[in-house]
């Protein structure tokens, strides 16, 4: 009967099932070092990491001592001086002696604990597919919903624009420098070609990112994520979606769009005298060549950025694998086991599309060279073509007054295969595609019969260099779970993970017990934020609250926190007063006398 079963009776039925699938924590870490043994054997990198109990001890005194500060802090007593810090630890030691006994053992224990603190892994074909992805990659961290562990993970990005692994990490504790820098160490001694001047590694640069990667990959360009860079300008100088012209956000777009160095600096001497200081400086508080696709481009001659700004790429792996991060898979060495066997399986399903195409290039070079030409089907080029010695020089200019002349260069001997060649306008190093100038000199018909929209495609968007990445004689494997590794060993307890509480709580981290609601709650959360009105005729309606209504919000810098008639921008910029009428500035000078100032068209801008 449907009344039979209530939830209490179907979550311990989840619980025993999860016991008997999983198996218990404390019970698993047991087997930790026949796991990494197993995994070797069918070619997985895995290296564990263990802490003494020694280690375990100072850093949970760490711990206590700051929560004890934090709790004298809140309820505003006196702090603890530095004198008085052991005899605090001592006496706490003392008060919790049955747990510590419990959780880490006792120092006279022969032999000694040891306790599992970090897993670097990676799948078994990624040193055979690293070497032949785009030379740009995306890493990013994640916490996982049991323990207080955190998910490292690097991915590459492949001819198809696939993601491929590059290597991960399960580090107990949160994020931060000295982890980034173990996870990079690891990297690098599996992959040193990635230690290369064009590989570029886009990361949030958060938490000890830029020192840790400088430290262990110096050679490596470091990219902000545009997305994250987004979010902390919305945060810290508003603007808004960046419609509003002369916002750190308006500006933050338009020079992430420009292609060239030129259009950079063009953009900057332009628009730079109207943004605020405190805008202009955030903006400016990070390299022109960690934030601007041009500006790391034209830092080598083979730096290329795939039209790849975000670390969605890395992000959305994350995403993806929520099994791996479910309270379900119990423990770390769990957590490793599936996201070994679902990697594998992706490395398969993917090897077997790429040796099925009979193309020339993979179906996302195929989406990128259409995309290109159907963009100037429309579009009237003048072209001029001459012979040079080892390349094909044209001159490309759009049909109409003003427009700008482009010089294209192909070379004469194909290199893998493709005539991929460069362009004045730069496009085609921010993209690592051939841009529409290129393409409109090829369908002139004036270069020689073999130079085609197929045959200028660089040698990455290739169906050749997709079947490098995914060789045919490989076969990865991960078919073993931690229940048949337990059958055919005897555990060490030894071997054991670090309590909980060792590591430091923070913002944003999983709740232990959070309750999922049922839709009843939800309903009547939703009903609660309605508000009532009364209308003329005395009815009473339900009319919800509009987004920002009743904010203060400035309609010149898109800030909520002033008028716009208290805006600093009325003060601070070059012109002494400014009024907006139409979408045009007016500028008075010091007569009181009206100019109006045009604003005519930059001959640089990108055709």
């Known amino acids: 009967h449907r009344y039979c079963f209530s939830s209490s009776i179907i979550q311990n039925a989840r619980s025993e099932a999860r016991k008997l699938i999983f198996g218990e924590p404390d019970n698993n870490v047991a087997y930790a070092m026949f796991v990494r043994d197993q995994l070797q054997r069918e070619g997985h990198h895995v290296v ?6 020694k280690d375990i001890i100072r850093q949970m005194e760490k711990i206590v001592i700051a929560d004890e500060m934090n709790r004298r802090k809140e309820h505003q007593l006196q702090p603890l001086l530095a004198h008085e810090r052991m005899p605090f630890i001592t006496q706490w030691k003392h008060a919790n002696s049955d747990v510590l006994m419990a959780k880490l053992g006792s120092v006279s224990e022969s032999p000694p604990l040891k306790f599992l603190d970090r897993i670097f892994f ?8 690293v070497p032949y992805l785009q030379r740009v990659f995306m890493a990013d961290a994640c916490h996982l919903h049991f323990g207080k562990y955190t998910l490292f993970g690097c991915y590459g990005v492949t001819a198809n624009s696939n993601m491929s692994p590059v290597g991960f990490a399960i580090v107990f504790g949160n994020e931060n420098g000295e982890c980034w820098r173990a996870f990079w160490k690891f990297i690098r001694s599996l992959h040193p070609e990635m230690n290369a001047d064009d590989v570029t590694i886009i990361t949030d640069q958060d938490k000890g990112q830029m020192a840790a990667l400088a430290q262990e990959m110096p050679n490596v360009g470091q990219f902000h994520c545009s997305w994250h860079r987004r979010q902390n300008i919305m945060k810290r100088c508003g603007g808004g979606g960046g419609k509003m012209p002369y916002s750190a956000m308006w500006m933050y777009n338009k020079l992430v769009g420009a292609h060239s160095v030129a259009l950079l600096e063009h953009y900057k001497m332009e628009h730079f005298l109207k943004i605020d200081n405190f805008n202009l400086t955030y903006l400016n508080s990070i390299p022109d060549t960690s934030q601007y696709p041009a500006s790391r481009c034209d830092m080598g001659e083979n730096i290329y950025m795939y ?3 975000a670390s969605s790429g890395a992000e959305s792996m994350n995403a993806a694998y929520k099994e791996v991060r479910a309270r379900t898979a119990v423990d770390c060495l769990n957590a490793c086991l599936i996201l070994t066997h679902r990697e594998c399986v992706r490395f398969l399903r993917h090897k077997e599309q790429a040796w099925q195409t009979e193309s020339v290039l993979t179906p996302a070079g195929v989406e990128e060279i259409t995309s290109i030409v159907d963009e100037i089907s429309d579009t009237i080029f003048r072209v001029t073509v001459m012979e040079q010695d080892d390349e094909w020089k044209c001159l490309v200019q759009r049909s109409g007054l003003g427009s700008n002349r482009y010089t294209c260069t192909f070379p004469k001997v194909p290199m893998n295969g493709s005539h991929f060649g460069r362009c004045t306008c730069k496009r085609d190093k921010t993209s690592a595609a051939p841009c529409n100038h290129m393409v409109a000199a090829v369908q002139s018909g004036r270069l020689p019969p ?8 660089p040698w990455w968007w290739r169906r050749e260099q997709w079947q490098k990445q995914l060789p045919k004689d490989v076969y990865p494997s991960c078919s073993h779970t931690i229940q048949s590794i337990k059958e055919n060993h005897l555990p060490d307890y030894t071997i054991r993970y670090a309590p909980d509480w060792i590591a430091g709580k923070k913002s944003g981290h999983p709740k232990d017990a959070a309750r999922k609601k049922s839709g009843l ?5 939703k009903s609660r934020k309605k508000m009532k009105r009364t209308d003329s005729s005395g009815d009473d309606k339900i009319a919800k609250k509009k987004k920002g209504e009743g904010r203060i919000h400035c309609e010149l810098c898109g ?5 716009s008639k208290d805006c600093t921008l009325l003060q601070h910029r ?3 007063e400014l009024e907006v009428d139409c979408g045009k500035d007016v500028e008075k000078d010091m007569s009181g006398e ?5 604003e005519t068209q930059a001959t640089t801008e990108n055709d």
């Open 594 to 598: 009206e100019e109006v100032v045009d």
């Open 450 to 457: 073999v130079f085609t929209t197929v045959s200028i495609m």
């Open 574 to 576: 070059v012109m002494p």
């Open 559 to 563: 800030k909520f926190n002033h008028k």
């Open 48 to 53: 564990l990491d263990f802490k003494s109990r």
């Open 307 to 309: 039209r790849r700004t």
């Open 122 to 129: 990676a799948p078994s074909f990624s040193t055979s597919t």
């Open 521 to 525: 709650e939800v309903a009547m959360a």
